[in-house]
């Protein structure tokens, strides 16, 4: 039985819920309480994520272009999925040092450093390339036109207000420790949320 034909807000839904977990306003809490850094230190942290977000996302968005053009349909979704599954990777390696607690490079400025740099590469393309599987699919759907873009993407926001409403009594009750469980679940449900999405273009 074919699968309905998916609209985009259902990604920008899942990927909003995503980053709310792995990169949303509790990140600064979450560092502070899970690596104990100091508040210049986390602000130098989010500076090299920003700044890496903003180095990397062109580069990588032309490399997924290039995909699209070799696997029409499905090399976008092939980035896509390598990319949150390789981050929401990294974003478990937070908390390296709850399993290894006595190596102490992993309670390290160093360490957090290189997650925040890996893990805002492996991100930072996901918009770009969200937003060209969202205009491709506006040109080709009837009834629709790019002008729609915002309207599919009124999801997302929708989805990030919700996910942080969500998060903060789970904070009260299990601790920033509950981010780790959370990323895994968030991380399934965009994938799954990825292949649905391709297999109803099909």
């Known amino acids: 039985?074919?699968?309905?034909?998916?609209?985009?807000?259902?990604?920008?839904?899942?990927?909003?819920?995503?980053?709310?977990?792995?990169?949303g306003r509790f990140l600064s809490l979450f560092l502070k309480e899970e690596a104990s850094l100091h508040d210049a230190q986390i602000g130098m942290l989010l500076a090299i994520h920003q700044a890496?977000?903003?180095?990397?996302?062109?580069?990588?968005?032309?490399?997924?272009?290039?995909?699209?053009?070799?696997?029409p349909g499905r090399?976008?979704?092939?980035?896509?999925i390598i990319g949150v599954s390789f981050g929401g990777f990294v974003f478990l390696l937070h908390g390296a040092k709850r399993v290894f607690p006595n190596i102490l490079f992993l309670?390290?400025?160093?360490?957090?450093?290189?997650?925040?740099?890996?893990?805002?590469?492996?991100?930072?393309?996901?918009?770009?390339?969200?937003?060209?599987?969202?205009l491709d699919f506006l040109k080709r759907e009837?009834?629709?036109?790019?002008k729609d873009y915002g309207k599919?993407?009124?999801?997302?926001?929708?989805?990030?207000?919700v996910a942080h409403i969500f998060i903060a009594p789970c904070l009260d009750s299990w601790g920033?420790?509950?981010?780790?469980p959370l990323s895994i679940i968030a991380t399934i449900l965009l994938l799954s949320a990825i292949h649905l999405y391709s297999l109803s273009l099909l």
């Not at 039985?1 to 792995?22: D, E, G, N, Q």
């Not at 390290?108 to 890996?118: A, E, H, K, Q, T």
């Open 52 to 71: 890496m977000s903003v180095a990397s996302s062109s580069i990588v968005s032309t490399w997924a272009d290039s995909m699209e053009q070799k696997y």
């Open 176 to 180: 920033f420790g509950i981010f780790y």
């Open 152 to 161: 599919e993407r009124l999801y997302g926001a929708i989805s990030w207000a």
């Open 142 to 146: 009837n009834g629709s036109s790019p």
């Open 75 to 80: 090399g976008r979704s092939r980035f896509l």
């Open 107 to 134: 309670d390290s400025i160093m360490w957090y450093s290189f997650l925040r740099i890996v893990l805002s590469g492996s991100s930072s393309f996901i918009f770009p390339v969200m937003d060209g599987m969202c």
């Open 1 to 23: 039985m074919p699968i309905k034909r998916l609209r985009p807000r259902i990604l920008y839904m899942a990927v909003f819920a995503w980053i709310s977990v792995t990169s």
